[in-house]
């Protein structure tokens, strides 16, 4: 076994499995959306069966990450914005509600969790670590489920929202996004301290639905990552090894 191999095997055998690791090359954009999935080329870049990498598949597609192309094979979904729109809307929707019971059961302790992880945004941000921004953003918002004692309702909004992810992700090469999203979390903690439900609720609301012409603006830039015509594959290296975001 070379020792590429190895250590990614390593890497899967120590907590992570074949679904993680398809999914986190997804909705990270590692992958390119609209590229081709080689499974034999996977088995052999991980040193596994193709069985389990089909299991993975077939679960990647009912969440609409994947998306089974007749006589071509399998490919990574476009950026389908519809259900981006619907992926917001259900999450502004939940996130309503949880805010209400976070404002009644919160702590000295959770304030300060919020405060350090708008302070760790910054400096994500200033290092224009984008995907350390977003990791970031998600705990800021994790932390109202987590004292409100709604982890079941995160994890299913995690489940849910890989075309919402890579949007999120995709805006933030626009460092006006990541300001305006700083800006709105040090919105949301003053509200909290001033337990002013009400607006908390609007804002929340406007924080994860009403961007603007974000979408847009997105489309027009990056054309070939939304939802349009399967393309034919074209001949290039392992798409496993390589990172879109940074292309």
């Known amino acids: 076994m070379s020792e590429k191999k190895e250590k990614k ?26 590229e081709f999935i080689n499974v034999n080329e996977l088995s052999e870049y991980l040193n596994v069966s193709r069985s389990p990498i089909r299991d993975a598949l077939i679960q990647l597609e009912k969440e609409g990450l994947v998306t089974s192309a007749p006589k071509k094979g399998t490919i990574i979904s476009k950026i389908n914005v519809q259900r981006v729109k619907d992926e917001r809307f259900m999450r502004a929707c939940i996130e309503e509600k949880i805010a209400g019971e976070f404002i009644k059961v919160y702590t000295e302790k959770h304030i300060i969790q919020l405060k350090n992880l708008i302070e760790l945004q910054k400096k994500a941000a200033k290092a224009s670590d984008l995907r350390e921004f977003l990791r970031l953003d998600d705990e800021f918002h994790a932390v109202f489920y987590e004292a409100a004692d709604r982890i079941f309702c995160l994890e299913a909004i995690k489940n849910m929202s890989g075309h919402y992810y890579r949007i999120r992700l995709l805006s933030l090469s626009d460092p006006d996004i990541a300001k305006q999203t700083l800006d709105q979390h040090e919105e949301i903690l003053n509200l909290i301290l001033a337990k002013d439900y009400e607006s908390i609720s609007k804002l929340l609301f406007s924080h994860i639905c009403e961007k603007g012409d974000e979408v847009n603006r997105l489309m027009a830039r990056y054309p070939d990552l939304f939802t349009g015509i399967i393309e034919v594959p074209k001949e290039k290296g392992n798409i496993w090894e390589l990172d879109f975001l940074k292309l």
């Open 9 to 34: 095997q390593t890497q899967l055998t120590a907590g992570d499995s074949i679904y993680t690791f398809i999914r986190k090359k997804i909705i990270e954009l590692q992958i390119k959306p609209g």
